[in-house]
């Protein structure tokens, strides 16, 4: 029996925020006294837990730890019974998706179990496997799919515990080790009950639960303000390059209608006119070449177009597979955009590249590139609103074409573009830390699950705060 009553919690990210915020686990104690586990994903819990494999914690009349049940796409109707498959188990939530349903006679027929309100299910497929969650009221009767186990665990075994315990990063080790398959991952129920817990009485589990909702509540508030924050700064960086690119840089210069409505007033002295004008149109082959991983010319597609430069991809064509299929090569400098389904997308080739079918061209000839590329970005309305609808909205040669752009003095579209790279520059930095603020809050969350549900905090005498200040975000006024 070891005493850890004086380890250091508080090495690493694995421990909670900077300083000693209410979610940080170094304000807890650990236990007097610890011991070895027995269980082969843990070391050492406090002396009075005790282990039992999963499958053993429904050992009682009402429990159960069965599989759903096998139904195929053919035995699925538009009502009856709601049918819930591995997708709607998150991490420790129900995830609402989908509405699958089986009619009466088809649960009768496939000898179907009901899966009820309160039931916890455990997914044995998908990452990150063995994940958990309680059913919630669905408003009707549920079944579940094979790759979900209903879980109605014994009385003495708090079901939010099991949750929180089953939404632990060591748990999730083992049961990835556990985890067999070729193309899809999953674990067998069988190995899936012989997994040994480790659990303390039903108060002290109740006591870890009560502690955990209210600490990854305050967790998952502070994500959404992070969340919310990125819109924002997505929203106000979309404001500022639009007022840039379509009303200059200096306030005080005379106004005119454009004559498009999504344009308004611009400058009074820029041309308003189409891109046939200031560029050539460039539209792909539709024969598809012969692709390969190591050589040859970037093969650009949607996913490809993220990073504003095109530079490499991870797809290439050499030149005779690109001649046999009639593949045209894009030199480099162009303004490459979607012309299926998701407009807005934009980026400059910065070497020569062949495009796919769901990407068209604009070779800028009497406008600077990058100037080009903001005002297509800024054109989604356009798009949408000229194309045609098959399974996807497509925009034409034409469309493409006859998009309105405005056309400032060489020496404006160079201030223009400088000021909206920078501008990018700014939001980049803000929103990589607001990201970076996110990953750090959903490890802690994590870390603080781990500590709590595997003994390395001791919570029996938490209690919640009187009350809580809810943190405050803003977009920093200086951009």
Not at 9 to 27: I, K
Not at 309 to 323: C, D, G, H, M, Q
Not at 408 to 434: G, H, K, M, T
Request: hydrophobic letters at 40%; proline letters at 5%; one cysteine or more.
């Amino acid at each position: 029996m070891t005493n850890l009553s004086g380890a250091n919690l508080n090495n690493g990210s694995a421990v909670g925020p900077q300083g000693e915020g209410s979610d940080s686990p170094s304000r807890f104690s650990t236990y007097p006294a610890y011991k070895d586990s027995g269980v082969e994903w843990l070391e050492q819990v406090p002396d009075h837990w005790c282990s039992v494999p999963i499958k053993y914690m429904a050992l009682e009349r009402n429990s159960l730890f069965l599989d759903g049940d096998w139904i195929e796409s053919k035995d699925i109707s538009s009502d009856g019974i709601r049918y819930i498959t591995t997708g709607n188990v998150g991490e420790g939530a129900y995830k609402e998706q989908g509405a699958g349903f089986i009619s009466e006679e088809t649960f009768h027929a496939l000898g179907c179990t009901e899966v009820y309100e309160g039931d916890v299910l455990v997914s044995r497929l998908n990452n990150p496997i063995g994940r958990a969650c309680v059913v919630p009221d669905l408003g009707g009767r549920v079944v579940t799919s094979v790759d979900n186990v209903i879980f109605r665990p014994d009385s003495k075994f708090d079901k939010k515990f099991i949750v929180y315990l089953f939404s632990s990063e060591e748990y999730f080790k083992h049961t990835s080790n556990l985890a067999r398959g070729a193309t899809m991952q999953r674990i067998s129920r069988g190995l899936l009950g012989n997994i040994r817990v480790v659990t303390p009485s039903l108060e002290e589990q109740t006591q870890i639960a009560r502690f955990l909702d209210h600490e990854t509540a305050r967790i998952d508030a502070l994500i959404e303000e992070q969340q919310r924050l990125i819109e924002l700064l997505k929203e106000k960086r979309q404001a500022v390059i639009s007022h840039a690119v379509t009303k200059g840089l200096d306030p005080t210069v005379p106004m005119k209608d454009s004559g498009v409505e999504w344009l308004g007033e611009v400058p009074a002295h820029w041309v308003v006119g189409r891109a046939k004008l200031v560029s050539d149109i460039f539209v792909p082959q539709r024969n598809k070449p012969e692709l390969n991983d190591s050589e040859g010319i970037p093969w650009v597609t949607m996913e490809d177009m993220n990073g504003g430069y095109i530079s490499a991809t991870n797809l290439k064509v050499t030149e005779p597979a690109a001649r046999e299929a009639g593949s045209k090569v894009l030199k480099k400098g162009a303004v490459i955009a979607s012309c299926v389904g998701r407009f807005g997308i934009v980026a400059i080739n910065a070497v020569d590249v062949v495009i796919n079918q769901q990407l068209q061209a604009f070779e800028p000839r009497k406008i600077k590139a990058e100037y080009l590329r903001s005002i297509v970005s800024l054109s989604k309305e356009y798009f949408e609103l000229i194309g045609t609808a098959a399974t996807l909205v497509y925009v034409n040669q034409q469309g493409f074409e006859n998009l309105p752009v405005l056309v400032p003095s060489a020496d404006e579209q160079e201030s223009i573009c400088l000021y909206v790279d920078e501008a990018n520059a700014r939001f980049d930095a803000l929103l990589s830390q607001s990201f970076e603020s996110i990953q750090l809050l959903q490890e802690r969350r994590s870390a603080l699950i781990s500590a709590a549900v595997t003994g390395k905090i001791d919570v029996r005498g938490w209690q919640p705060p009187a009350s809580t200040q809810a943190p405050e975000l803003a977009v920093a006024e200086a951009v």
